[in-house]
């Protein structure tokens, strides 16, 4: 059984930094695209960074420059590392996963965290 188990949120002030990490179980994150979404309130669900099996690394306009993705074998996890948080930032964090790009592959989520940018 897969499961995806995000930590790590919180209320932060603006400027300031938080790791989110995903601790996933039935899969390992060497062979599984990886990706972090998230949602604000009233808004859709929204990409934020991907890490492709081969380890290439994408970004959301918004997490450039702020936002690093990463993943630790030793532990399984999946990291959102983000500095300079704004009130923007402010919704619930989804990890993902999912093996290939074929449509018939299922794609598995986690329960989300929440992230609070606010002074």
């Known amino acids: 059984q897969v499961q995806l188990v995000e930590s790590g949120g919180g209320l932060v002030q603006p400027g300031g930094s938080l790791t989110l990490s995903c601790a996933a179980s039935?899969?390992?994150?060497?062979?599984?695209?990886l990706g972090w979404y998230r949602q604000a309130p009233g808004k859709q669900r929204e990409w934020v960074a991907s890490?492709?099996?081969?380890?290439?690394?994408t970004y959301a306009d918004s997490a450039k420059g702020r936002f690093t993705i990463s993943r630790d074998y030793a532990s399984n996890t999946a990291n959102l590392r983000m500095n300079i948080l704004r009130p923007e930032d402010t919704a619930v964090y989804y990890c993902?996963?999912?093996?290939?790009?074929?449509?018939?592959?299922?794609?598995?989520w986690g329960q989300g965290t929440q992230v609070t940018v606010s002074s």
């Open positions: 993902r996963a999912r093996q290939s790009f074929d449509s018939r592959v299922p794609i598995y």
């Open positions: 039935g899969i390992s994150v060497r062979t599984y695209h």
């Open positions: 890490i492709s099996k081969d380890g290439t690394l």
